[in-house]
């Protein structure tokens, strides 16, 4: 009984849902200023990836190919 009534009011709330968020009325935020994200320096993105091939080249040269590991047959 209960298992019914949770799909009942799942399915009740799926289909409330649209027209709920349709009848409320739109409230839009007066623009104060620019975002700063359009005019943005991709420096930083840069540094980040310059780090990261550092960091990548330092693993590529420090790993060891142990090539001589006995494995048992």
Do not use: C, H, N
């Amino acid at each position: 009984m209960i298992k019914k009534l949770a799909l009942g009011t799942a399915a009740a709330t799926l289909v409330a849902a649209p027209v709920v968020a349709q009848s409320a009325p739109e409230r839009i935020a007066p623009v104060a200023d620019e975002s700063e994200l359009g005019g943005a320096s991709i420096a930083p993105a840069f540094i980040v990836l310059a780090i990261a091939a550092v960091g990548i080249g330092i693993l590529l040269v420090t790993e060891d190919d142990d090539d001589d590991i006995p494995v048992s047959a």
